[in-house]
């Protein structure tokens, strides 16, 4: 499996489409949630794509700078093929996502908006809960943060 960085300029337009199809696949058609994926914030972000040894995208997630969505950076729209789960791929994405965090922001806090239903996955990564879950466009999420005393992926 081969990793990347693209800002949104930097794009292809086929990866582009790779990009807002599987989040569609997941996000939209997997959790029968009709919301609008295309939120406005791609455009200021870094794109983490993973794709397997046939180019084909399996992984994805988006980091925020400050501001865009909380006061800190943050991480989101964390994806793995649902067929290649349980493999430590999201793992993989996230441990990426948080070292770049620390290489823009350095000693910044991480923050994230997570499904509740994966709050032990990011806890294991050293995020913990701020808030009660609330409602999302009918899934229960929760807002995390990583505190910038921890730094990524050490």
């Given amino acids: 499996m081969d990793w990347y960085w693209r800002r949104y ?11 807002l199809s599987l989040r569609q696949r997941v996000f939209v058609v997997e959790q029968h949630c009709a919301y609008l994926d295309a939120d406005g914030l791609d455009q200021d972000g870094w794109h983490l794509l993973g794709v397997d040894d046939g180019g084909k ?4 997630l988006r980091v925020l700078p400050p501001g865009a969505r909380f006061n800190h950076p943050s991480i989101g729209r964390v994806i793995v093929l649902p067929e290649l789960r349980g493999r ?6 996230m441990l990426r996502g948080m070292r770049k965090v620390e290489e823009l922001h ?3 806090s991480i923050c994230m908006y997570a499904q509740a239903y994966l709050e032990g996955f990011y806890q294991d990564l050293g995020f913990e809960r701020l808030g009660e879950p609330y409602d999302e466009d009918g899934i229960v999420h929760v807002d995390m943060i990583r505190r910038g005393d921890r730094v990524a992926g050490r």
């Fill in 106 to 108: 350095p000693g910044e």
């Fill in 57 to 60: 995208l399996v992984a994805y």
């Fill in 9 to 19: 300029r930097d794009l292809s337009r086929d990866e582009l489409y790779a990009v």
């Fill in 88 to 93: 430590g791929i999201a793992r993989a994405a």
